[in-house]
Every structure is written in C-alpha cells, then in structure tokens.
C-alpha cells in the first residue's frame, strides 16, 4: 500500500508537529524529496499453529520507496474481539522513539499470535509516520481444529493418523501391560467419543476368543479392568490414559494381532487405528528376562518370582502361582492337570487321575458301550456288547472285536483301549481319528 508525502510545509506543519513535538523540520526532507511507505505484505493472515504449539510469529516489512527519510512515529496492534491474541514484538523499542528508514530501504515489524480459543478473529497493524495518513495492514487469525496425539509406554509407533504397539515381554500364561495416553494436541479441546477393540468384522468388542484386553486408566488388577471411557474434552495438552493388556495363552507360540480404534473430533484423524502385535516371550537360559520376570523379586503384575527356570514348581516360569487347571502338572502337588476343572475326561478338577469319559454321559470309557456316543442309560437290547445309541442293528448280535493296538504317532492308547465293530475275523488296518493302527482282530 503506498501512501505519497503531503508537501514539506503540511509535513512540517502537521506531521512532524503534531506527531513528533517539537522536532524541527530536517532540511532533508525540504524541496521536493518525501517519504513514502509500503508494507509486504499488504495483509497479514495467521496459519494455525502446528501441532503442540499455539502460537504464530509473522513478519511484516516496512519499505520506505520516496526519496526522503520515513520517520516512524508508532506501531500499534489491535483486535476486534475481547479475547487478546495479537501482539506487537518488542513493542517498547517501537514506541520509545522516532524510527528512520532511509530511502529504498526497509525495517520490519514482528507481530506474534498466541491463540486462546479455536475461532477466527481480526485484526489491525497500524503504522504513523511521516508518509501521510496512518499505514493499515489488515490481520486475521484462523478456525482452529482438534488435533489427537498419541504416545505409549513400551514406546509405540505413532503417526497422525495410525499407529502400531508391539508386545513381547509375556511369557505364555503371563502378562504384559502398556499403557496409551492420548493428548488434546491444539487449543481446540479434542472430544473423544470411543475406544474399543475390533473384532475380524472391525466392530467393537471386549476382546473375547483373543489374547488382548484394554482397560480404563492403569488398573491395579485386571478384575478392576473396565473399558475406557473419556468422559469430558480434552483441553490444550490435557491427557487421557488407558491399557492395553496382553495374555499369551500357555500353548502360545505364534504371534497375535489386535487393532484398536480412538474415535474423536480430530480433523485429520477421526478414527486413529492402533495395530497391536503380541508375541510370546520365552525364558531358555538363566538370567533370561520376560519384562521384569525371571530377576527374582516380585515386581508389579506377577504373583511371584523364584528367578529360576523349573516349570513344575509352586512358581511358573511366567512368574505365576501354579495352581490346579494352569495346563502344568505340578511336582509333588498334581498327579496331572489337563488345563480345565472338569471331573470326568482323565484328569478330575482337583488334579487327580480319574477314568476317562470322553462323551461326558457319566461312564468311564472303559466300561461303556458307547464309548464315543452319550449314553447314559447303557440300553443294548440284542446284548452284543455295544449300546443302542452306537450299534448299527440294534436288534442283531454283533461281534465285538478285541484287540491290542500298537500306534504310530499321536499321544498313545492304555492297554485296556477297544475297537467294537461287526464283520468277519482276520488281518485288517485302519486310520482312526488320532491313531494310525493295524491289529489282527478275534471274536
């Protein structure tokens, strides 16, 4: 914007009167040389300021383009609302004199933006000088919006729109916790409406069927786990926790996957996934460490620590107390422990050997006629042996073959184990469920 001198006897007159006192009138400025001031640029717009930050800082440059000295008499900013945003930088050294610029060069003028609120406002630069009437710039300030940061501790992988957390310091049947924070990252207050695992169809779940739980806040246990909820926004750097929780399985050898989804009023990142790996850690050699299990004290999150390597002990090698059901038949304590509590299938709850009943009618396999079909009630009208529920005739005899049987592979047979069926004696194979076996058969 270009604003010509008045002749030097206006500026004389009025200008260097009125604005500066009584300061004379330089002979340089006499005859025909004026000032004439421009500003670059003619208006000032503020971005929004980058993430984690609420201020701005803009230049302004001053350019004195006649052929007298431009004498700055005062630098102002102004708004249009009641919320101060706007600064003038180093306003005291501005208004603590007259500032001459010299023609065809420039000075420049610092005006800061500090935002308050996440609204749009206005404002002014003003400039008066020698050049005639005062300089305007015209100054605006933008809308703005609700950014998400996240961090997590084990350190993540973040970025503004997705993010990835991995877990390897569980030993199968232990625990691994990390906890999420998520932070408003500008000052319009993030309002965070969901945080949930997804299941395979992407809705949110409680994680059931899966090795991975989350829990509001950093609970003591996982029984005061309960799902996260931010209740109220979020302002400037205002922080929300939660946990992720990790539960390989004993038989866990492979890594798992999650995601989890934060739904907020972000601008950039509405729905923010977080891809979760789980991976098993395994402790092969002394001094081996899962997290802080295996250094022989009992840290936050285990049940105890004995620093040793036996598996079969009051302490698991996850750092758990062994106990009946836990899948590890504990020396001197379990005569076996099939990882249930379930009386009836070869194992009884209190860890004791009972009789296998492998379809839960009641009687143990080694006296029931349906071995592999429930029948309680043990009904064989043709008294060949096998029950009705499983005889292909139920009112025909027919045989039951006998028969020792050697395997190949799968976990063996007791002695005592029976093949039932009807047909002609001899040499015959088979392929069974869980066996390959070959046994010559009698009547």
């Given at each position: 914007?270009?604003?010509?001198?008045?002749?030097?006897?206006?500026?004389?007159?009025?200008?260097?009167?009125?604005?500066?006192?009584?300061?004379?009138?330089?002979?340089?400025?006499?005859?025909?040389?004026?000032?004439?001031?421009?500003?670059?640029?003619?208006?000032?717009?503020?971005?929004?300021?980058?993430?984690?930050?609420?201020?701005?800082?803009?230049?302004?440059?001053?350019?004195?383009?006649?052929?007298?000295?431009?004498?700055?008499?005062?630098?102002?900013?102004?708004?249009?609302?009641?919320?101060?945003?706007?600064?003038?930088?180093?306003?005291?050294?501005?208004?603590?004199?007259?500032?001459?610029?010299?023609?065809?060069?420039?000075?420049?003028?610092?005006?800061?933006?500090?935002?308050?609120?996440?609204?749009?406002?206005?404002?002014?630069?003003?400039?008066?000088?020698n050049a005639g009437s005062p300089l305007?710039?015209?100054?605006?300030?933008?809308?703005?919006?609700?950014?998400?940061q996240l961090s997590s501790q084990p350190?993540?992988?973040?970025?503004?729109?997705?993010?990835?957390?991995?877990?390897?310091?569980?030993?199968?049947?232990?625990?691994?916790?990390?906890?999420?924070?998520?932070?408003?990252?500008?000052?319009?207050?993030?309002?965070?409406?969901?945080?949930?695992?997804?299941?395979?169809?992407?809705?949110?779940?409680?994680?059931?069927?899966?090795?991975?739980?989350?829990?509001?806040?950093?609970?003591?246990?996982?029984?005061?786990?309960?799902?996260?909820?931010?209740?109220?926004?979020?302002?400037?750097?205002?922080?929300?926790?939660?946990?992720?929780?990790?539960?390989?399985?004993?038989?866990?050898?492979?890594?798992?996957?999650?995601?989890?989804?934060?739904?907020?009023?972000?601008?950039?990142?509405?729905?923010?996934?977080?891809?979760?790996?789980?991976?098993?850690?395994?402790?092969?050699?002394?001094?081996?460490?899962?997290?802080?299990?295996?250094?022989?004290?009992?840290?936050?999150?285990?049940?105890?620590?004995?620093?040793?390597?036996?598996?079969?002990?009051?302490?698991?090698?996850?750092?758990?107390?062994?106990?009946?059901?836990?899948?590890?038949?504990?020396?001197?304590?379990?005569?076996?422990?099939?990882?249930?509590?379930?009386?009836?299938?070869?194992?009884?709850?209190?860890?004791?050997?009972?009789?296998?009943?492998?379809?839960?009618?009641?009687?143990?396999?080694?006296?029931?006629?349906?071995?592999?079909?429930?029948?309680?009630?043990?009904?064989?009208?043709?008294?060949?042996?096998?029950?009705?529920?499983?005889?292909?005739?139920?009112?025909?005899?027919?045989?039951?073959?006998?028969?020792?049987?050697?395997?190949?592979?799968?976990?063996?047979?007791?002695?005592?184990?029976?093949?039932?069926?009807?047909?002609a004696t001899g040499e015959q194979s088979?392929?069974?469920?869980?066996?390959?076996?070959?046994?010559?058969?009698?009547?």
């Amino acid at each position: 914007m270009r604003i010509p001198n008045s002749t030097m006897g206006a500026l004389c007159a009025l200008t260097i009167g009125v604005a500066f006192g009584l300061l004379g009138c330089d002979e340089g400025v006499r005859g025909s040389e004026t000032a004439s001031l421009r500003a670059e640029p003619e208006m000032l717009a503020f971005a929004a300021p980058l993430p984690g930050q609420n201020t701005r800082t803009r230049m302004v440059s001053l350019i004195n383009e006649g052929t007298g000295t431009l004498r700055i008499a005062s630098v102002d900013v102004s708004e249009d609302d009641d919320s101060p945003e706007l600064r003038l930088l180093d306003a005291d050294d501005w208004n603590a004199g007259v500032r001459e610029v010299r023609p065809g060069q420039s000075i420049s003028v610092s005006v800061g933006f500090q935002a308050v609120n996440a609204q749009a406002d206005t404002g002014r630069l003003t400039v008066v000088s020698n050049a005639g009437s005062p300089l305007v710039v015209p100054i605006t300030t933008p809308d703005i919006d609700p950014v998400i940061q996240l961090s997590s501790q084990p350190e993540g992988d973040f970025g503004n729109e997705q993010g990835t957390l991995a877990l390897n310091q569980a030993a199968p049947g232990g625990v691994q916790r990390a906890t999420i924070e998520i932070m408003s990252w500008s000052i319009a207050p993030l309002e965070v409406s969901s945080v949930c695992l997804l299941d395979a169809e992407g809705r949110c779940s409680d994680g059931a069927g899966t090795p991975f739980r989350i829990c509001a806040g950093v609970p003591a246990s996982l029984d005061q786990c309960e799902a996260p909820a931010v209740a109220a926004p979020l302002p400037f750097e205002a922080t929300s926790t939660f946990t992720v929780v990790y539960l390989p399985a004993r038989a866990t050898v492979d890594t798992s996957a999650a995601q989890i989804r934060v739904e907020s009023n972000s601008a950039a990142a509405p729905s923010y996934l977080i891809r979760v790996n789980g991976t098993p850690c395994v402790r092969r050699a002394d001094g081996d460490l899962c997290g802080d299990c295996g250094n022989g004290q009992t840290d936050l999150g285990e049940a105890c620590d004995d620093g040793n390597l036996d598996d079969q002990d009051s302490c698991t090698n996850a750092c758990t107390a062994a106990r009946c059901g836990d899948g590890i038949v504990q020396r001197d304590a379990e005569l076996c422990d099939d990882g249930n509590t379930e009386d009836g299938d070869g194992c009884d709850a209190d860890c004791t050997l009972s009789a296998a009943d492998d379809d839960g009618d009641g009687v143990a396999d080694t006296e029931d006629n349906c071995p592999n079909v429930p029948n309680p009630d043990q009904v064989d009208r043709d008294g060949d042996g096998l029950g009705d529920a499983c005889d292909p005739e139920p009112e025909r005899t027919n045989y039951r073959l006998r028969a020792q049987l050697s395997t190949v592979g799968g976990r063996g047979v007791s002695a005592n184990a029976t093949q039932s069926g009807s047909g002609a004696t001899g040499e015959q194979s088979g392929q069974s469920q869980r066996f390959r076996v070959k046994a010559k058969l009698s009547q």
